[in-house]
């Protein structure tokens, strides 16, 4: 830095005749470039003979410990969700699908198994429909709701889903809902 700041005043010198600036910032540069080079190319062999890339035993050993205590505080979590009422219509395989940590599974496997966005949305909706449809057998059961419309929207919540498994989602999708349950409704 100190190089590239002499070069730097050079250049913004009046007094300094143009050869002599041209030539400073030349051989600046040539530097500069050719401390990049060598640096950049042996940098990694250097550190690797200093052993100053590795991870400590120790700091492996903590990193270990930390993620089988999360583990198991996820497993008692998870245990504990899985036998709540609220929750008893969830399905618990694809819950257990995006936790991201397990005793079994390294820390950059675990990074990979990150949902996108695709997927996330896909199982948004299939979350939405599930508790829709908890939702209408709840006003089924309080006699909120006959059981002729409790099964057209059941069905209806049915195709949403089957559509749903079988092509990418699309705004027309979202309206295929409305055209099945119109098919049963009387309208002026």
């Known amino acids: 830095l100190p190089l590239l700041d002499v070069c730097h005043f050079v250049l913004q010198e009046a007094g300094i005749p143009d050869d002599v600036r041209e030539r400073v910032l030349f051989h600046t540069a040539g530097i500069a470039m ?29 990193f270990r410990i930390a993620i089988e205590r999360l583990a198991s505080n996820i497993d008692k979590e998870f245990s504990a969700l899985k036998l709540s009422k609220a929750l008893k219509a969830a ?27 695709k997927d996330l949305s896909y199982e948004a909706r299939i979350r939405f429909f599930m508790s829709l449809k908890a939702a209408y057998l709840h006003a089924f059961d309080e006699g909120r709701v006959n059981a002729r419309p409790y099964r057209v929207l059941l069905d209806s919540i049915d195709s949403s889903l089957h559509e749903l498994s079988d092509c990418d989602e699309t705004e027309e999708d979202d309206e295929q809902d409305w055209v099945f349950i119109k098919q049963h409704c009387k309208l002026p």
Request: net charge neutral; hydrophobic share 35%.
């Open 34 to 62: 050719l401390t990049l080079f060598v640096n950049g190319t042996s940098m990694r062999k250097v550190l690797k003979m200093l052993h100053l890339g590795e991870e400590a035993p120790a700091k492996k050993r903590l």
């Open 91 to 117: 399905d618990w395989e694809t819950v257990e699908s995006y936790l991201a940590i397990s005793q079994d599974t390294p820390q950059d496997e675990s990074r990979s198994r990150i949902p996108s966005h």
